[in-house]
């Protein structure tokens, strides 16, 4: 999170990079939900920008891509280093998700920062759905059996009837998993 006299409203180049990892993951339509140089006041008052925020549900998301020059104690003195901490604390404090990657290991280490992004939002409601996680299916219609017509045909008779439960037996390999899934659509 950079203080306001740091920094003005623009991106950086990790920043941006950052961006087109998450969309990768999430999508363009999801990225639009980013919010780059966010403002945000900390328990103090002063105006200051995270590097990306995300809201999405009522959840209020911080992404923050640190460089050397900004957040390593040795190269900058110990009050901005603790500066920088204060206002972490003060997201944290105020409800915000903080999540921290080096500029480094965006550049260099695309997959991974993906794979964490996955994770640690996951739970994010409206954010990735069940489909994004299960293989992309290529199929094709399958021609009933008629004993497997007569099947579903006998079960349609038995809810005409007000009965709700039914037991389907046919030999093994006979396709009672294709009657019933036909049955269930």
């Known amino acids: 999170m ?3 006299s740091d920094r003005g409203a623009t991106s950086t180049a990790p920043e941006d990079l950052f961006m087109e990892l998450f969309t990768q993951v999430f999508g363009a339509e999801k990225a639009l ?13 002063p ?3 995270v590097d990306l925020a995300l809201r ?8 923050e891509i640190d460089g050397l020059p900004w957040h390593v104690p040795e190269v900058v003195p110990a ?8 206002r972490q604390n003060s997201l944290v404090h105020q409800g915000w998700r903080v999540f921290r990657w080096t500029d480094r290991q965006v550049a260099h280490e ?21 489909d ?9 219609l399958l021609q009933l059996r008629e004993h497997q017509e007569d099947a579903l045909r006998a079960l349609e008779r038995m809810r005409a009837e007000g009965k709700t439960i039914a037991l389907l037996e046919h030999a093994t390999g006979a396709g009672k998993t294709v009657t019933a899934i036909t049955d269930a659509r």
């Open 2 to 4: 950079q203080d306001s």
């Open 33 to 45: 939900f980013l919010s780059p140089q966010h403002p945000v006041t900390d328990i103090y008052g």
């Open 47 to 49: 105006n200051r920008f």
């Open 56 to 63: 999405a549900r009522g959840e209020k998301i911080a992404f």
């Open 79 to 86: 009050e901005k280093y603790e500066d920088d901490l204060l």
């Open 110 to 130: 695309p997959e991974r920062v993906k794979e964490q992004l996955a994770l640690f939002l996951e739970r994010l409601p409206g954010i990735l759905s069940f």
């Open 132 to 140: 994004d996680f299960l293989p992309r299916q290529a199929g094709e």
